[in-house]
Protein backbone atom coordinates (compact mmCIF):
# COMPACT_ATOMS: atom_id res chain seq x y z
CA UNK A 1 0.00 0.00 0.00
CA UNK A 2 0.95 3.91 -0.80
CA UNK A 3 0.49 6.37 1.21
CA UNK A 4 0.73 9.84 -1.04
CA UNK A 5 0.84 13.51 0.45
CA UNK A 6 1.15 16.69 -1.98
CA UNK A 7 2.51 20.17 -1.11
CA UNK A 8 3.13 22.94 -3.07
CA UNK A 9 1.09 24.18 -4.09
CA UNK A 10 -0.64 28.02 -3.53
CA UNK A 11 -1.17 31.32 -5.35
CA UNK A 12 0.86 32.63 -8.68
CA UNK A 13 0.38 35.30 -11.04
CA UNK A 14 0.55 34.19 -14.73
CA UNK A 15 3.75 33.52 -16.12
CA UNK A 16 4.98 32.41 -12.76
CA UNK A 17 5.98 28.93 -11.81
CA UNK A 18 5.45 26.25 -8.84
CA UNK A 19 6.82 22.65 -7.80
CA UNK A 20 4.28 20.09 -6.37
CA UNK A 21 6.28 17.36 -4.76
CA UNK A 22 4.32 13.90 -3.50
CA UNK A 23 5.90 12.56 -0.98
CA UNK A 24 5.22 8.52 -0.73
CA UNK A 25 4.99 6.12 2.49
CA UNK A 26 6.03 2.45 1.86
CA UNK A 27 8.99 0.77 0.47
CA UNK A 28 7.73 -0.01 -3.25
CA UNK A 29 7.11 3.41 -4.25
CA UNK A 30 10.07 2.91 -6.46
CA UNK A 31 7.79 -0.01 -8.59
CA UNK A 32 4.84 2.20 -9.30
CA UNK A 33 4.28 4.74 -12.16
CA UNK A 34 3.43 7.67 -10.91
CA UNK A 35 1.23 10.36 -12.20
CA UNK A 36 -0.50 14.00 -12.12
CA UNK A 37 -3.39 15.01 -12.74
CA UNK A 38 -5.85 17.68 -11.73
CA UNK A 39 -9.55 18.99 -11.53
CA UNK A 40 -11.14 22.31 -11.73
CA UNK A 41 -14.57 23.56 -10.40
CA UNK A 42 -17.33 21.82 -12.50
CA UNK A 43 -14.51 20.06 -15.09
CA UNK A 44 -13.56 16.07 -14.80
CA UNK A 45 -10.39 15.61 -13.43
CA UNK A 46 -7.55 15.81 -16.04
CA UNK A 47 -4.72 13.85 -16.66
CA UNK A 48 -1.58 15.52 -16.65
CA UNK A 49 1.56 14.25 -16.85
CA UNK A 50 3.23 10.00 -15.95
CA UNK A 51 6.80 8.87 -15.20
CA UNK A 52 7.76 5.29 -15.53
CA UNK A 53 9.23 3.64 -12.31
CA UNK A 54 12.81 4.60 -13.23
CA UNK A 55 12.45 7.95 -14.19
CA UNK A 56 13.39 7.44 -18.03
CA UNK A 57 9.98 7.80 -19.62
CA UNK A 58 7.61 10.35 -19.44
CA UNK A 59 4.58 11.48 -21.05
CA UNK A 60 2.50 15.07 -21.10
CA UNK A 61 -0.84 16.04 -21.43
CA UNK A 62 -0.87 18.77 -24.68
CA UNK A 63 -2.15 20.80 -22.47
CA UNK A 64 0.85 20.86 -20.14
CA UNK A 65 3.95 19.94 -22.65
CA UNK A 66 6.58 21.97 -23.10
CA UNK A 67 5.91 24.12 -19.73
CA UNK A 68 5.31 21.38 -17.15
CA UNK A 69 8.03 18.26 -15.85
CA UNK A 70 7.03 15.45 -14.41
CA UNK A 71 10.54 13.65 -12.41
CA UNK A 72 10.89 11.64 -9.42
CA UNK A 73 13.93 11.02 -6.73
CA UNK A 74 13.34 6.58 -5.63
CA UNK A 75 15.43 7.39 -3.07
CA UNK A 76 13.70 10.11 -0.83
CA UNK A 77 10.15 8.51 -2.26
CA UNK A 78 9.26 11.94 -4.31
CA UNK A 79 7.54 12.58 -7.28
CA UNK A 80 7.76 16.11 -8.52
CA UNK A 81 5.43 18.38 -11.19
CA UNK A 82 7.69 21.88 -11.81
CA UNK A 83 5.24 24.19 -13.80
CA UNK A 84 6.06 26.92 -15.43
CA UNK A 85 4.91 29.48 -18.04
CA UNK A 86 1.34 29.38 -15.69
CA UNK A 87 -1.97 30.25 -16.99
CA UNK A 88 -5.33 31.10 -15.29
CA UNK A 89 -6.85 28.15 -16.93
CA UNK A 90 -4.33 26.01 -15.01
CA UNK A 91 -6.34 26.95 -11.56
CA UNK A 92 -7.44 23.35 -10.22
CA UNK A 93 -6.72 20.94 -6.94
CA UNK A 94 -3.59 19.04 -8.17
CA UNK A 95 -3.16 15.17 -7.41
CA UNK A 96 -0.63 12.86 -7.42
CA UNK A 97 -1.49 8.91 -7.53
CA UNK A 98 0.15 5.62 -7.84
CA UNK A 99 -0.52 3.01 -10.79
CA UNK A 100 1.10 -0.52 -11.52
CA UNK A 101 0.83 -0.06 -14.98
CA UNK A 102 1.58 2.76 -17.86
CA UNK A 103 -1.83 4.70 -18.38
CA UNK A 104 -2.95 7.88 -18.42
CA UNK A 105 -6.35 7.08 -17.05
CA UNK A 106 -7.35 8.11 -13.59
CA UNK A 107 -8.90 4.74 -13.61
CA UNK A 108 -5.88 2.78 -13.84
CA UNK A 109 -4.50 4.44 -10.52
CA UNK A 110 -5.45 2.60 -7.22
CA UNK A 111 -3.63 5.22 -5.01
CA UNK A 112 -4.00 8.61 -4.41
CA UNK A 113 -3.39 11.96 -2.68
CA UNK A 114 -5.90 14.42 -1.23
CA UNK A 115 -4.63 17.59 -3.66
CA UNK A 116 -3.16 20.41 -3.49
CA UNK A 117 -4.63 23.80 -4.64
CA UNK A 118 -3.12 25.96 -7.21
CA UNK A 119 -4.20 29.36 -8.58
CA UNK A 120 -3.09 31.22 -11.17
CA UNK A 121 -4.29 34.93 -11.44
CA UNK A 122 -3.69 36.46 -14.41
Known amino acids: QVQLVESGGGLVQAGGSLRLSCAAS????????MGWFRQAPGKEREFIAV????????YYADSVKGRFTISRDNAENTVYLQMSSLKPEDTAVYSC???????????????WGQGTQVTVSS
Open 97 to 111: AAASIWTTRAQGYGY
Open 26 to 33: GRTFSSYR
Open 51 to 58: ISTGGGST
